[in-house]
């Protein structure tokens, strides 16, 4: 099993930025991809970000050029940087991991996840 705890998120303004971060623990040599989605309560939960074990990153359209994904193997953490945030950013934002491929893992789903952190933008 792999457990994945987030932090970083809180308040912010419009415009601001928030670096959330995911430190991974457990089995951690079984990890491949990872990544981070949201959720909005009534909605369905949505790729943000994902990355590959070598770097290789996948952005949804929304977020492009204002996020960034990054993780270091290391001290099996990814980190979400995100920019010039928008009140519709407003969600619960979830680490994620998988064992599989970046590309398995996007179409087919991560296998662990974090219990989230509340991203608040406020107009």
């Known amino acids: 099993q792999v457990q994945l705890v987030e932090s970083g998120g809180g308040l912010v303004q419009a415009g601001g930025s928030l670096r959330l971060s995911c430190a991974a623990s457990g089995r951690i040599s079984s990890i491949n991809a990872m990544g981070w989605y949201r959720q909005v309560p009534g909605k369905q939960r949505e790729l943000v970000a994902s990355i590959s074990s070598v770097g290789s990153t996948n952005y949804a359209d929304f977020v492009k050029g204002r996020v960034t994904i990054s993780r270091n193997n290391a001290n099996n953490t990814v980190w979400l940087q995100m920019n010039d945030l928008k009140p519709e950013d407003t969600a619960v934002y979830y680490c994620?991991?998988?064992?599989?491929?970046?590309?398995?893992?996007?179409?087919?789903?991560?296998?662990?996840w974090g219990k989230g952190t509340l991203v608040t933008v406020s107009s």
């Open positions: 994620a991991a998988s064992s599989r491929n970046l590309a398995i893992a996007t179409m087919f789903g991560m296998d662990y």
